[in-house]
């Protein structure tokens, strides 16, 4: 099955995949940030971006599900979001490149049973980051215990030190701030509470105002 249909068919079966909140871990690492301008890949329904937008950030949200996006502009919609801070984009990301930089680029859980180049567009993700921006990953490092055979057999299940290796972010131009794995308790799609694993990765791009160098 194609990666379009298949997340169609996942977000058609029900009215709402996900809780509408925001990760977590966004809120904990992104809330003292500058609000400028964030690229969220693979946003679903919008949960992040529409609390990226509510903290005054710009965004450009892109899912390969028309339904997902429509679903997440409606939420901003309905939370009073202006429609110009969230510029939703239905788009393969295999397909779709930015077109320019961000300070913040995220993506949460881009993964799939279905085909998926995710070290590609992770890596033309990185080139995305505006100098002194943010690389933000956050993975599934084990499969969730809804997650069907299929989905853990197909499914890509990284440590945050190999996230980095196939990032391959050079040292001179990028730190490494956060590469670690973290517990959480969460709610699966039936209602059934779970303790999660996951694979968090946050790396600033070095900018020309960094100590130590000496561009202009
Ligand atoms: C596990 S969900 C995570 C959604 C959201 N980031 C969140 O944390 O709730 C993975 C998302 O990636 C999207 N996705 C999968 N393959 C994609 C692709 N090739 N291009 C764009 N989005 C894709 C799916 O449609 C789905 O919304």
């Not at 068919?9 to 301008?37: C, H, I, K, M």
């Not at 085909?115 to 990953?137: K, W």
């Not at 990284?158 to 996230?163: G, I, S």
Request: aromatic residues 8%; contains cysteine; charged residues 20%.
């Amino acid at each position: 099955m194609g990666a379009v249909q298949f997340w169609e068919e996942r977000y058609a079966s029900r009215p709402q995949v996900w809780s509408g909140r925001a990760n977590q871990v966004l809120v904990d690492l992104v809330s003292g940030f500058a609000p400028r301008t964030a690229l969220d890949l693979g946003c679903g329904e919008g949960g992040d971006a529409v609390w990226l937008a509510q903290q005054g950030w710009r965004v450009t949200a892109v899912d390969i599900s028309t339904t997902a996006v429509e679903r997440g502009r409606a939420a901003a919609a309905d939370l009073g979001v202006p429609a110009d801070r969230i510029t939703w984009v239905a788009q393969d990301l295999a397909e779709w490149s930015p077109g320019g930089t961000f300070d913040l680029v995220s993506a949460f859980f881009l993964q799939s049973p279905v085909e998926l180049p995710r070290d590609e567009i992770l890596r033309r993700a990185a080139g995305a980051v505006a100098p002194g921006g943010y690389l933000l990953l956050v993975t599934h490092a084990a499969p969730p215990p809804w997650a069907t055979a299929l989905d853990s057999h197909h499914h890509d299940f990284h440590t945050p030190e190999e996230e980095l290796e196939a990032l391959g972010l050079h040292p001179t131009e990028w730190e490494a701030l956060v590469a670690e794995t973290r517990q959480r308790s969460a709610t699966g799609p039936d209602g059934q509470p779970a303790e999660l694993e996951d694979a968090i990765v946050l790396a600033r791009r070095h900018s020309s105002h960094d100590a130590g160098d000496t561009g202009e």
